[in-house]
């Protein structure tokens, strides 16, 4: 058992319905309790479709575990096969459905239904949403192709061939789905991309694709992972069984998307253009093409240079907006995790590039901690770091999934690509305090409206008492009885009479986004040195002993 209040990702049924509402003439039969049709909603009103997802639920009630449930998965499969006509059946069933072992699939598999089945063997007890809707996709185009495949011994076809058959070369956009965060922008954006480069798209899936799209996967040139979490397994799969080679550069960010641009000519033979060659210490022409290198070099950038961000996020956006932060905007990376076990070693390796250790975890509380005791400045994350980041009182923007309706915008918002770095730009940039008023509310401390810790282009009134930049007790904390005093409380009393009137002046005289580092910085320096007194001078001493 495990005590959990929010989690980052739904059950593995949630991931199945995501592939199979993300295409079309796919239907998946869910033998699953009454009430879990509430997953509709995350597809009518997060995605805002027109349209209910092609799922139809056995809603087995208590009354009928009595009966024979087993009749009720093979009447549902029935009447959703003769309604919906699919070109492709999944079958699987959610976490109680699963206690029951009526194995929905092989019910299906001898019923003669003339229909290609996917029999979905999702452990909803082990793992969860993202690997959900990898294994049905990686299972889908493994049913779909199963007639396809090449005789063992067939020499791997060349990534080139595109030449000798004398037409473009084409490539596979894998991965974009419903409630991934920005896919329908950044199919858009990347798709336009490679049309400026001469390379065509054949398939695009599982998003908007047909079963016989999926068949005619292998006959692209190569296979682009746009997002690892849900098509590495595929893409796995196509490399050793069709010899189809994969692009893994994910390109989210102006570097990463050059270095995706310089993989993909690479794997296809083609001819590096001159815009794309590596230009010594400077962005390449290809480069220039977003907006992004010359604002965060442009001197209204300047005061954004070594801002401590700190990063949790599904693991490709994490590892993107690490390298964003760090290599394109000049921000210091002070904390990196993601909640994509999957994808743990490679969070990890990004990490230690940075001199850091990935946090791996799925529990926010322990995300929120590690945020606090970062000393942040700016929170790029989930809708949970939204929310710890609010109860902190820290500058947020959203980066990857889980994410609410607001992240499914109406305008073009991609996060690939070049325009995808312009988007990325403002969003992170947004939610700082300006750089004047930085500088002011440092100078004059007295303002009746700009106050301390206020960004008055977000509207701010008076701030919070985490305005200050010092951690605040999350709301979800019980209130201690009165008379009663929490251990943590007695620690931060008496830390809090350690300090003397003019030390607490000088406090105040720090920049409120920093100010909560030097408090902590400074009561450390006095533990260690067994100060009794904080006094300015102390935290001047503290300042230099830091520093150095
Ligand atoms: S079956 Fe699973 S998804 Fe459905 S309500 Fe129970 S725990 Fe939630």
Known sequence: MELTLWTYEGPPHVGAMRIATSMEGVH?????????????????MIERRGLRPPVTYTTFQARDLGGDTAELVQRSIRQAVERFQPEALLVGESCTAELIQDQPGALAGGMNLGVPLVNLELPAYSKKENWGAAETFYQLVRTLLKGE??????????????????????VNLLGPSLLGFRCRD???????????HGIDVAVVAPLGARPADLIRIPTADANVCLYPEVAGP?????ERSFGQPVVRTVPIGIGATAAFLRELHGVLDLALPADLQEVEGQPSEAERRSRLPWYSRSVDSTYLTGKRVFIFADATHAIAAARIASKELGFQVVGLGSYSREQAREVRAAAAELGLE????????????????????????????RHSAKRL???CAVISAPLHVQDVPARYSPQMGWEGANVIFDSWVHPLMMGLEEHLIGMFRHDFEFVDGHRSHLGDGAPTAAGTGEPEAAPATPAPAPGTITAAAAVREALESLWTADGEAELAKIPFFVRGKVRKNTEAFARERGLERIDAEALYDAKAHFSR
């Open 358 to 385: 990935a946090l791996i975890t799925d529990d926010y509380l322990v995300v929120e901690k590690a945020m606090g005791e970062a000393a942040a400045e700016l929170v790029l994350g989930t809708q949970m770091e």
């Open 28 to 44: 998946y039969v869910l033998h699953a309790p009454q009430g879990d049709t509430y997953a509709d909603l995350l597809f009518t």
């Open 186 to 196: 950044d199919v858009l954006e990347i798709t336009r991309l490679l049309a400026e």
């Open 149 to 170: 495949m090449p005789a063992p011994g067939t020499p791997k076809p060349s990534p080139s061939r595109w030449r000798q058959e004398g037409r473009r070369p084409r």
């Open 234 to 238: 595929v893409c796995s799969w196509l």
């Open 393 to 395: 009182g820290l500058p």
